[in-house]
Nanobody
Framework: QVQLVESGGGSVQAGGSLRLSCAAS?????????MAWFRQAPGKEREGVAAIWEGSAFTQYADSVKGRFTISRDSANLAINLQMNNLKPEDTAMYYCAATHRWSPARPLSDSDYVYWGRGTQVTVSS
């Protein structure tokens, strides 16, 4: 099993920044897991935001966050981070960390590719 715990959410004004972190633990957790951030706003479907795999060799972002969000991996601590800059009100959502044992996910921003999920951290952006 792998446990994922998110942190770093909060409330900011539009244009501000937040940094989310996700720590992985458990006997099956390794730095080779593909990991990703998803978000879900009230009344909307969960969407993939950013993914990282093959260590830190590859990343993918949703079009809505390209150029503003950066995903990174801290292999020593089995953690990933999501640096979010120039936040917009439409970024308001619950953000979830996800992981899979796969070295390379077939669809990095599809939630069906991930097995382990954190409980989420709330991000609220006010205009």
């Amino acid at each position: 099993q792998v446990q994922l715990v998110e942190s770093g959410g909060g409330s900011v004004q539009a244009g501000g920044s937040l940094r989310l972190s996700c720590a992985a633990s458990g006997y099956a957790a390794t730095s080779s897991h593909s990991m990703a951030w998803f978000r879900q706003a009230p009344g909307k479907e969960r969407e993939g935001v950013a993914a990282i795999w093959e260590g830190s060799a590859f990343t993918q972002y949703a079009d809505s966050v390209k150029g503003r969000f950066t995903i990174s991996r801290d292999s020593a601590n089995l953690a990933i981070n999501l640096q979010m800059n120039n936040l917009k009100p439409e970024d308001t959502a619950m953000y979830y960390c996800a992981a899979t044992h796969r070295w390379s996910p077939a669809r990095p921003l599809s939630d069906s590719d991930y097995v382990y999920w954190g409980r989420g951290t709330q991000v609220t952006v006010s205009s």
